[in-house]
């Protein structure tokens, strides 16, 4: 069963009120759509977009006996401009956007998110594979060796990228994701209780789905749809989409046009941690618009 990470502090951070309508980027396993389902009540909205159209479903089960109005959308959180328009929709109260793998997605969906098994090199959100849709395995089998060691350092933070470059290249054709865990581990040995093969699947999946593009988009348009006093939340598990909201965030402060709900990101507590050890990277920022 997928654990929502840090959901209290989430529900408390947006403060929603009777009513709100609220904009969720990933419905994930429906954990979260729940409690915010609750807190609107029969006079708010909640509009949950996902790529994979198998997790929308189960988010739909969960909702069943939900008492407010519930819009799934099997589309990408970065469209939330089209979304609402096509929804009649001009505003929002808040938006929540968690950026992590459920465990439904890394355990289940037979697409190559986990190290640990061996299953084919997709690593796309959606189920389903449209035209010019990338997947992981045209990038480890195709992309040049500096762009493979860019990405996977860019995106990973993973210091043996360029060995770990090398290693793909000379290793080609790589088919499913226990030979690519391989290859990776071959060149970088485990240090402590991470995998070797974590940061470059990371990095790895990020590009596939163009995640700090799609996050980037969703912070210009999502915030000009708020509302005065209205909430945009996020919840990052690296260092690079971090970076992105934190700076999106300060620059909106700087623009005297919001302020920080917490100056600093919330992070899990010890007990989340140990409970929950996919949220140990886990950050929530919060920011409240003025104008």
Same mark, same amino acid.
Request: proline share 3%; net charge neutral.
């Given at each position: 069963?997928?654990?929502?990470?840090?959901?209290?502090?989430? +529900?408390?951070?947006?403060?929603? /009120?009777?009513? @709100?309508?609220?904009?969720?980027?990933?419905?994930?396993?429906?954990? +979260?759509?729940?409690?915010?389902?609750?807190?609107?009540?029969?006079?708010?909205?909640?509009?949950?977009?996902?790529?994979?159209?198998?997790?929308?479903?189960?988010?739909?089960?969960? +909702?069943?006996?939900?008492?407010?109005?519930? $819009? +799934?959308?099997? *589309?990408?959180?970065? $469209?939330?401009? $089209?979304?609402?328009?096509?929804?009649?929709?001009? @505003?929002?109260?808040?938006?929540?956007?968690?950026?992590?793998?459920?465990?439904?997605?890394?355990?289940?969906?037979?697409?190559?998110?986990?190290?640990?098994?061996?299953?084919?090199?997709?690593?796309?959100?959606?189920?389903?594979?449209?035209?010019?849709?990338?997947?992981?395995?045209?990038?480890?089998? &195709?992309?040049?060796?500096?762009?493979?060691? *860019?990405?996977?350092?860019?995106?990973?933070?993973?210091?043996?990228?360029?060995?770990?470059?090398?290693?793909?290249?000379?290793?080609?054709?790589?088919?499913?994701?226990?030979?690519?865990?391989?290859?990776?581990?071959?060149?970088?040995?485990?240090?402590?209780?991470?995998?070797?093969?974590?940061?470059?699947?990371?990095?790895?999946?990020?590009? !596939? &789905?163009?995640? !700090?593009?799609?996050?980037?988009?969703?912070?210009?348009?999502?915030?000009?749809?708020?509302?005065?006093?209205?909430?945009?939340?996020?919840?990052?598990?690296?260092?690079?989409? *971090?970076?992105?909201? /934190?700076?999106?965030?300060?620059?909106?402060?700087?623009?005297?046009?919001?302020?920080?709900?917490?100056?600093?990101?919330?992070?899990?507590? *010890? $007990?989340?941690?140990?409970?929950?050890?996919?949220?140990?990277?886990?950050?929530?920022?919060?920011?409240?618009?003025?104008?």
């Amino acid at each position: 069963m997928h654990t929502t990470v840090l959901k209290n502090e989430t +529900l408390e951070t947006l403060a929603l /009120k009777p009513g @709100a309508i609220v904009f969720e980027g990933t419905g994930g396993e429906g954990g +979260l759509s729940r409690e915010l389902a609750e807190q609107v009540g029969s006079t708010g909205s909640l509009i949950i977009t996902d790529l994979d159209s198998s997790l929308l479903a189960r988010v739909g089960t969960s +909702l069943q006996n939900a008492k407010c109005n519930v $819009n +799934l959308v099997n *589309d990408n959180f970065r $469209n939330i401009k $089209n979304i609402l328009v096509d929804l009649a929709v001009t @505003a929002l109260d808040a938006i929540i956007v968690d950026l992590g793998l459920c465990s439904y997605q890394i355990d289940e969906s037979g697409r190559g998110f986990s190290f640990d098994k061996d299953e084919p090199l997709i690593m796309t959100f959606s189920d389903s594979s449209g035209e010019g849709s990338v997947t992981a395995e045209q990038v480890v089998n &195709n992309w040049s060796e500096e762009n493979l060691a *860019d990405i996977i350092y860019g995106f990973g933070g993973e210091r043996n990228s360029r060995k770990i470059a090398k290693a793909i290249v000379t290793a080609r054709p790589i088919t499913n994701s226990k030979q690519l865990a391989d290859v990776i581990s071959s060149v970088s040995p485990r240090r402590g209780k991470i995998h070797p093969a974590t940061k470059t699947f990371q990095a790895i999946r990020i590009a !596939v &789905n163009d995640e !700090v593009g799609a996050l980037k988009q969703l912070l210009i348009d999502g915030w000009e749809l708020l509302l005065p006093d209205g909430r945009l939340a996020v919840i990052s598990f690296h260092e690079v989409e *971090d970076r992105v909201v /934190k700076r999106f965030f300060v620059s909106k402060v700087g623009e005297a046009k919001a302020t920080l709900v917490r100056k600093k990101p919330i992070v899990p507590t *010890d $007990n989340e941690i140990e409970l929950n050890p996919r949220s140990r990277s886990a950050k929530l920022r919060v920011a409240q618009k003025i104008v």
